[in-house]
């Protein structure tokens, strides 16, 4: 109730509205932990993989996907707050945005198993409906899920143009075993300075060098989604009336507030945890690194227990970490996903610790 609270005081009965910083915020923990966007959509990499090796121009083919991701995202979140709405439960195959946007970003195989996601099914040659709607954790879900592969191809299309790259290597970069401290590396080999942040606040995006354009912060306009709605009753501007020139109108940001998800520490007031990630360090700690590995951890090992007390991880087995959880504040790491989550990101505090040392 209290996400759904949000998403109606973000968008209200008239659309979305372009004042969210959702986005922002979400952005930032994909630039930190890339592994994040599997977690919150399985199958994205793969698909991300599948598109940019297969089309001729990977930047036009990325820049497709986030506005086809974009529209799915709208699609969850109309569903989960109208459902009662027969706009909403129904896609036309001949509407502008579905022709225009969705059809040519994504494969035919994805196209259809996102929108199953959603409970549309194919009723005829020229329409999709919901039958049945999907539970609201389900459609919350899947919204933020599309919400994060569209960040991904932003992220991606932002470090092309500035690093000219391969979108594709790129990709490998965050994604391999290195994480986002192969990428971090990625950026120092090629000369690109960056400005470590001084805490671990969630607030602070550690890729400061490459900031978003002013053109995408900005408020503007937008109208409600003309995805769903026949010819007749379309607005007089959006993706309904897409004529094969995309992006030629102004589209505001449709970010749902997804903070709900990530529940607060008590007593803390910083922005909340995703996954299991570590807690940052508080406000009147100035200097990195946040947290550190123990010399139990050898290379390629995973950590079982955090000290928050020593801000020290702890592979199974170590003495050290048994005293720690006797007399010191910490968490077990349950779980292959979070224990990875855990030692990227204290690797990447480890790694901008020593390049801002004195030298």
Same mark, same amino acid.
């Given at each position: ?9 973000e ?14 915020q979400l ?14 959509q *399985?199958?994205?990499? $793969? ?9 001729p121009?990977p930047?036009? $083919?990325?820049r ?15 569903l ?8 909403? @439960?129904?896609?036309?195959t001949? +509407? ?14 994805d ?14 040659q ?7 709607v ?7 879900a899947?919204?933020?899920g ?7 191809? *932003?992220?991606?299309v ?10 594709i ?12 401290t192969?990428c971090l ?9 960056h ?12 890729y400061?060098?490459?900031?978003? @354009?002013?053109?995408d912060?900005?408020g503007?306009?937008?109208a ?5 709605r026949?010819p ?6 959006g ?8 992006? +030629? *109108?102004?589209?505001? +940001?449709a ?5 709900h998800?990530?529940p ?7 922005s ?8 940052? +360090?508080p ?5 990195l ?8 951890l ?7 227990y ?7 991880l ?10 720690c959880?006797?007399?010191?504040r ?15 990101r ?13 030298r």
């Amino acid at each position: 109730q209290e996400y759904r609270r949000s998403l109606e005081r973000e968008f209200g009965p008239a659309g979305p509205c372009a004042g969210s910083t959702a986005a922002e915020q979400l952005r930032q923990r994909l630039w930190r932990e890339p592994a994040l966007l599997g977690a919150l959509q *399985e199958d994205a990499l $793969a698909l991300l993989v599948r598109r940019l090796r297969n089309h001729p121009d990977p930047g036009l $083919a990325l820049r497709g996907l986030a506005g086809a991701f974009q529209q799915l995202e709208l699609a969850a979140i109309n569903l989960y707050l109208f459902p009662w709405r027969r706009e909403f @439960s129904t896609i036309q195959t001949f +509407s502008g945005a579905y022709v225009h946007l969705l059809r040519p970003a994504l494969p035919e195989a994805d196209l259809v198993q996102s929108l199953g996601r959603l409970g549309y099914q194919q009723q005829d040659q020229h329409r999709l409906a919901v039958t049945r709607v999907p539970p609201g954790p389900t459609l919350i879900a899947a919204a933020v899920g599309f919400l994060a592969c569209r960040l991904e191809c *932003e992220i991606l299309v932002e470090l092309a143009l500035r690093l000219h790259r391969p979108h594709i290597e790129l990709l490998e970069a965050r994604h391999g075993a290195g994480g986002a401290t192969g990428c971090l590396e990625l950026l120092q080999d090629l000369g690109i300075e960056h400005r470590a942040a001084s805490d671990c606040s969630d607030g602070v995006d550690l890729y400061q060098e490459v900031p978003d @354009s002013p053109e995408d912060t900005e408020g503007k306009a937008t109208a409600p989604p003309a995805l769903w709605r026949d010819p007749q009753d379309a607005p007089t501007r959006g993706w309904g009336h897409c004529d094969g020139t995309l992006g +030629s *109108e102004p589209m505001g +940001s449709a970010d749902p507030d997804i903070s709900h998800l990530f529940p607060e520490q008590e007593g803390t007031g910083r922005s909340p945890q995703v996954l299991g990630e570590p807690q940052g +360090s508080p406000q009147d700690t100035p200097e990195l690194p946040c947290y550190q590995l123990h010399s139990c951890l050898r290379r390629g090992m995973l950590p079982s227990y955090c000290c928050s007390t020593c801000r020290e991880l702890h592979a199974v087995g170590c003495a050290v970490g048994r005293a720690c959880r006797s007399r010191h504040r910490g968490q077990e790491l349950r779980g292959e996903r979070q224990q990875r989550l855990w030692l990227q990101r204290t690797e990447l505090d480890m790694l901008l610790a020593q390049g801002s040392a004195p030298r």
